[in-house]
């Protein structure tokens, strides 16, 4: 056996994992282990550097002179010539002690100082247990960050922070106050079966508005034993936030509001799993976005979209809602008070129940825009309940009632593809009426009426605060401008309630279906 021996040159040194192969100088091939990039630069950084508190490091002049920092963010910092600064420019959770990494992230919070911009690493892709609130109050321009991805092809993805806390306790995550905060690439976790709060708070405590939030590619979830939380990500008096490309699963929902003036939020590319027994978003305030979303569902339809509050401005766009069963439910159940809504370019498909539904209470529906939706297997499409100012126009309905409502007002219903189904329109009994109008000033322009049973069509003129009505076009013979006409479909002003009505006293119940054109 013969032992080679050489100086050791910088062709003897490899930095990363593994080996690599070197000629010796009898020529044959030697294996080198490669050095770790981590390992050389902390055992060095550990053994070489002189180490400093950020106020005692040597005032900066001496270029390439590296120094160990024992508090700020830590770690390896380099003399500029002008300025000391950090060479990873972040701060490592394993540089930190604590019981916890929650512990260990508010300790950083406090070393760098309220209001300082940080990024604050998770060192490792590791699972980290915590039950100390991560506390991010009137922080500013704090990024917390990891390794992983909700795109990972794992089930366990890391690294996992996993909250402990039961009943009553968290949230795990709160930042009252907080402007410019991102959490991206990380697993968060819930595991107590207990717990019963919400994993984010974005809420505002009695600090300033929490805004410009980005939380991304993050998988957001409990267990299949720990469901319970009220949400993942819980919103009040929040600005200007974005919610993009996380997973959700486990638990009551996953974004909710609790309270109002959450304003200019945008929902995007997300993943909501059916693992929810609740609305999977609860919306509250003004200029929403949601867009790009997948809606798994299961046996029982629950809400994609839901609202704890007033909505003005919301647009739901390009989202798919999957695998709904046969237990009947809502898509999209917006019962409260949305003025301003685009529904477009989006995919509802289930076995049964309903994919659209709009307000029983009249005034809370106001200016709907339907259009480019692909409804499939549903029971009921659209239900307008008493929506007022909604346009239907350019979608593919195939439910057993692909559009209908209680008494809906000013409708344009136009380019649609019902397939064969007759079912569409308001349903009006024998001596009962439906509101063409909800006021005379609402009822300025032209109407187009067709009764399905009927076979026939009218076209009238409603002249606003004129208070009468024109007939235009009556081929059937079957409409009035009078009310009480025997045997007719009676379209009229009513001085006694102060609006335009249609007045059924065909004999029996007829389908109407009223388009209109109105000039306010």
């Known amino acids: 056996m013969s032992i080679e021996k050489a100086k050791i040159g910088i062709e003897d040194l490899e930095i990363g994992a593994g080996t690599f192969n070197r000629k010796g100088r009898t020529g044959f091939d030697i294996s080198v282990t490669k050095i770790s990039l981590e390992s050389l630069v902390d055992s060095y950084a550990r053994l070489k550097l002189p180490s400093f508190a950020f106020a005692d490091l040597p005032t900066a002049g001496t270029v390439g002179r590296l120094a160990l920092v024992t508090d700020n963010i830590r770690g390896i910092w380099r003399d500029t010539g002008t300025a000391w600064v950090s ?91 907080a402007i410019g905060l991102e959490i991206d690439h990380l697993s968060l976790t819930y595991n107590n079966s207990a717990f019963n ?93 949601i867009e790009s979303n997948v809606f798994e569902d299961g046996t029982t339809l629950i809400a994609a979209l839901d609202q704890a509050g007033d909505v003005q401005g919301l647009r739901f766009v390009g989202n798919q809602m999957v695998d709904g069963g046969t237990g009947g439910g809502t898509l999209f159940d917006l019962r409260l008070v949305t003025k301003g809504v685009e529904i477009s370019g989006n995919s509802f498909t289930a076995a049964s129940g309903t994919a659209i539904l709009a307000s ?29 100012g909604v346009e239907i126009t350019g979608n593919v309905i195939t439910a057993t009632t692909p559009w209908t409502g209680t008494n809906p007002t000013r409708l344009w219903i136009t380019g649609n593809d019902f397939g064969l189904t007759t079912t569409s329109g308001l349903s009006v009994t024998n001596a009962n009426t439906i509101l063409l109008s909800r006021s005379a000033i609402k009822g300025s322009g032209l109407i187009a009426v067709y009764s399905i049973e009927d076979n026939a069509q009218a076209l009238y003129m409603l002249n606003g605060t004129g208070n009468s009505v024109s007939e235009v076009s009556d081929p059937a013979g079957i409409f009035s401008p009078t009310a009480g006409t025997a045997t007719s479909l009676n379209i009229y002003y009513s001085s006694a309630n102060g609006r335009y009505e249609l007045e059924n006293l065909r004999g029996s119940t007829r389908t109407i279906i009223v388009n209109s054109v109105f000039g306010r």
């Open 197 to 289: 709060g919400y994993l984010i708070s974005l809420a505002t405590t009695g600090a300033p508005d929490t805004s410009t939030a980005n939380i991304h590619h993050n998988s957001i979830t409990g267990t299949s034993t720990a469901t319970g939380a009220a949400g993942l990500i819980e919103l009040d008096t929040s600005e200007r936030i974005a919610i993009e490309k996380n997973s959700f699963r486990y638990g009551v929902t996953a974004i909710k509001s609790t309270a109002g003036s959450n304003n200019v939020i945008a929902i995007r590319d997300n993943w909501f799993q059916s693992d929810f027994t609740s609305a999977k978003i609860v919306a509250w305030g003004n200029a929403w976005t």
């Open 360 to 388: 029983s209470t009249a005034g809370n529906s106001l200016g709907w825009s339907i259009r480019g939706n692909y409804i499939s297997g549903m029971t009921t499409g659209i239900n307008l309940a008493v929506a007022e």
């Open 87 to 177: 060479v990873t420019g972040v701060a490592d959770t394993d540089d930190f002690a604590g019981a916890d990494i929650g512990v260990k992230i508010n300790a950083i919070i406090t070393a760098i100082g309220l209001g300082n911009p940080v990024v604050i690493r998770i060192s490792r892709q590791d699972d980290y247990s915590y039950s100390t609130s991560i506390d991010l109050t009137s922080t500013e321009n704090v990024r917390i960050t990891g390794f992983g991805s909700n795109l990972s092809t794992l089930n366990n993805r890391k690294p996992n922070l996993i909250w402990t806390g039961g009943a009553g306790t968290g949230p795990a995550i709160k930042a009252p106050g």
